[in-house]
T-cell receptor, first 113, second 110 residues
């Protein structure tokens, strides 16, 4: 079974630039998560989709972050404009309905200069 | 106060020893708990769910203590490959929402 795919794996941008990340979850998984993980911290949920609806986006900085899940499958996460404190690993995970998050994708390591 | 707290470690443990670490949670309404393993510069991987009755998977045992609001992970006969950061996660106000600890780093030494 193919795992959760994410791209790009690494991204370096300057502050105030825009960036987008892509995630392709496990086929058939209804739930998709985007997490932000800063070095030395646990993952922080940014947004959780169930099919193509949003279940939880309470910690998403909506003034600069946006996310969508196309047709309940792939998802993109965008940051516009980026700030220095957005430097982190952005992890995508999927799960069956009501399952624990997982598997996770390999993540996108974002550096904002 | 953080909702889910873990001792960051590192726990330095000789190979073959038994090691245990706890994770405390503040939300008494939390229903679901999980342990994840995260290797350096890798993604988290689900290790095991934590049930009220406890859960054992080979050398790993997870326990839930609702009275004292903590979960524990016990690793017996530790292997070098067990070296990783162990993250705990608990459900928040709804089972949809997981709150994560910052992780406990475990180093198994030969």
């Amino acid at each position: 079974e193919a795992g959760v795919a994410q791209s790009p794996r690494y991204k370096i941008i300057e502050k105030r630039q825009s960036v987008a990340f892509w995630c392709n979850p496990i086929s058939g998984h209804a739930t998709l998560y985007w997490y932000q993980q800063i070095l030395g911290q646990g993952p922080k949920l940014l947004i959780q989709f169930q099919n193509n609806g949003v279940v939880d986006d309470s910690q998403l900085p909506k003034d600069r972050f946006s996310a969508e899940r196309l047709k309940g499958v792939d998802s993109t996460l965008k940051i516009q404009p980026a700030k220095l404190e957005d430097s982190a690993v952005y992890l995508c995970a999927s799960s069956s309905l009501m399952g624990a998050p997982g598997p996770f994708g390999p993540g996108t390591r974002l550096t904002v200069l | 106060r953080k909702e889910v707290e873990q001792d960051p470690g590192p726990f330095n443990v000789p190979e073959g020893a038994t090691v245990a670490f706890n994770c405390t949670y503040s939300n008494s309404a939390s229903q679901s708990f999980f342990w994840y393993r995260q290797d350096c510069r890798k993604e988290p991987k689900l290790l095991m769910s934590v049930y009220s009755s406890g859960n054992e998977d080979g050398r790993f045992t997870a326990q839930l203590n609702r009275a004292s609001q903590y979960i524990s992970l016990l690793i017996r006969d530790s292997k070098l490959s067990d070296s990783a950061t162990y993250l705990c996660a608990g459900s928040g106000d709804s089972n949809y929402q997981l709150i994560w600890g910052a992780g406990t780093k475990l180093i198994i030494k030969p």
